[in-house]
């Protein structure tokens, strides 16, 4: 929701009895769309053009300087000089700042929102440079006024104030009342009383005024000695409600995708199972070649068989590999059928651990649909940017030489690779990851994230500690000892070879060495 007429003008009011002759220290840039000047008498005059708002304040977060042409600018013909002049023209959303010779037109008009920097009323840059719309041009000089008029233009929030006036009034004492309260100067903001992120929606559920409205009696409220300081902690509030929602957007996008993923290796797993349903076939064609060594007819590469399956006894051709006997071709059969049944085996219990997880992802996503809300850990984060990742991002984050797997129990498992992949688990570990390794075998660093901080399920360290001897040198054992730890239990000896760690305290597992078909890689 932008500030409208009637705040924006005790908004300038306030800067122009406050802040005349204070100079520009710097200019700051939070992003291409806005700037902030920094003021010499202490607080800062943050404009955000894209979101309609501008206030006089002290924000914790320190931004950058210099990302485009326009900031770069301000900083080069601003610092130094002193604020002479706050005008705001009546009924309209546009603020100039004085700086003579040059001036700051800013234009918090919706989607043709822009800013521009003068000098003697020439144009020397805008923010949106791209912007086709022709500026507002800057007031004659020697106007250093602030206008304002008795014929209020009633924005879109003094509208629905009205309209919730006449409902317990006639209209035309409801304009009268709220007419003279609008006189009553009270900056508030308005918010859920819950004051979760998920309730903060501007304009509804998170307002801005600058008198007491009464459509918001039901939500929360917190009065500010001046308009500046009620804007910036609405402006404060918005950017969480904001935050909120896009990490909200990237949880359901990332559901979504996983879904999608779990979706097609069912597709995938059920094929499977359909060519391993052969397998019965390879047993019975071995056993006929058999059952019909002692009167075998063969004719090329193919074997004349009496079907003894068959009621009546009929013959049955079967092709063979060129050169190769009745014999071999039973044992090739044989071990076909042994390998299709152990796949059976397999696919079938990655099939049902699968589609287990696709129902909780499922049942994840239709709850997130339902409601605003977010799970804990989610809720809990950092906010989620489409921007490039960070550093911390990059070392955190899976690489080529890491596998990655999640347990029964959807707790992401990582297998180094190699020296360099342990090397990197070391680096992307957190203090209360779970290490593995097998005892006294070179072999793989496994890792077990643990975000929640809370014991790692026995099934899952089980999991993972079978990894740990398959990716080892005990793999052909029947059973592996591998000792795990918490990651903050491990230090690494000083001009060590990659991988090569100490263990402080640890505990050990006795496992069997394989890849666990409960975990999806």
Request: glycine share 4%; with cysteine; net charge positive.
């Amino acid at each position: 929701m932008p500030l409208d007429d009637r705040q924006l003008e005790l908004i300038c009011q306030e800067i122009q009895s406050t802040l005349l002759t204070s100079k520009i220290k710097n200019v700051y840039e939070p992003d291409d769309k806005s700037f902030t000047l920094a003021l010499s008498s202490g607080p800062e005059l943050y404009v955000f053009p894209a979101r309609q708002i501008l206030f006089v304040g002290q924000l914790q977060k320190r931004y950058g300087q210099e990302k485009t042409h326009f900031c770069s600018l301000l900083r080069k013909h601003l610092e130094g000089r002193p604020l002479e002049a706050v005008i705001k023209p009546a009924a309209t959303r546009v603020v100039e700042l004085l700086f003579p010779p040059y001036s700051l037109l800013i234009e918090l008009t919706g989607r043709s929102y822009n800013a521009h920097l003068y000098s003697d009323k020439e144009l020397l840059a805008s923010l949106r440079t791209g912007f086709l719309q022709e500026p507002v041009l800057p007031s004659a000089s020697g106007k250093i006024t602030i206008e304002t008029t008795e014929n209020i233009t009633l924005s879109p929030l003094l509208r629905k104030e009205l309209a919730f006036r006449t409902e317990s009034q006639d209209p035309q004492e409801a304009l009268f009342t709220l007419l003279e309260d609008l006189k009553n100067i009270s900056p508030r903001v308005y918010y859920d009383k819950l004051r979760r992120p998920a309730a903060l929606e501007p304009g509804k559920t998170l307002l801005l005024a600058s008198f007491e409205l009464k459509l918001a009696a039901k939500l929360e409220s917190k009065s500010f000695a001046t308009m500046n300081e009620a804007a910036q902690f609405y402006y404060e509030l918005s950017v969480i409600a904001e935050e909120h929602t896009k990490r909200r957007q990237s949880y359901l996008s990332a559901l979504k995708t996983e879904i999608a993923r779990l979706e097609r290796l069912v597709d995938k797993l059920t094929t499977e199972l359909a060519e391993y349903e052969k397998s019965e076939e390879y047993k019975k064609q071995a056993e006929l070649i058999i059952a019909n060594l002692s009167n075998l007819k063969k004719s090329g590469n193919k074997l004349h068989l009496i079907d003894f399956y068959d009621p009546n006894l009929r013959e049955i051709e079967l092709e063979i590999e060129p050169q190769q006997t009745a014999q071999q071709a039973a044992e090739q059969l044989f071990k076909r059928y042994r390998r299709s049944t152990r796949g059976r085996k397999i696919t079938l219990e990655r099939l049902s651990a699968t589609q287990t997880l696709l129902l909780e992802k499922s049942r994840q996503y239709q709850l997130a649909m339902a409601t605003s809300e977010l799970p804990i850990e989610i809720s809990n984060s950092t906010s989620t940017s489409t921007s490039k990742p960070t550093n911390r991002q990059r070392k955190t984050s899976p690489t080529p030489h890491i596998r990655k797997y999640i347990s029964s129990e959807g707790f992401e498992i990582l297998v180094g690779k190699s020296d360099l992949g342990n090397e990197e688990l070391l680096k992307i570990a957190r203090p209360q990851d779970i290490w593995l390794h097998a005892a006294d075998y070179p072999g793989s660093h496994v890792l077990v994230r643990n975000p929640s901080k809370q014991p790692v399920p026995q099934k899952t360290l089980y999991e993972a500690a079978q990894l740990a001897a398959y990716f080892s040198k005990a793999k052909g054992e029947t059973t592996a000892a591998v000792r795990y730890c918490e990651r903050k239990m491990l230090s690494k000896p000083k001009k060590a070879k990659p991988g090569t760690v100490l263990l402080h305290h640890y505990r050990t597992l006795i496992v069997p060495p394989k890849e666990p078909t409960s975990c999806l890689p």
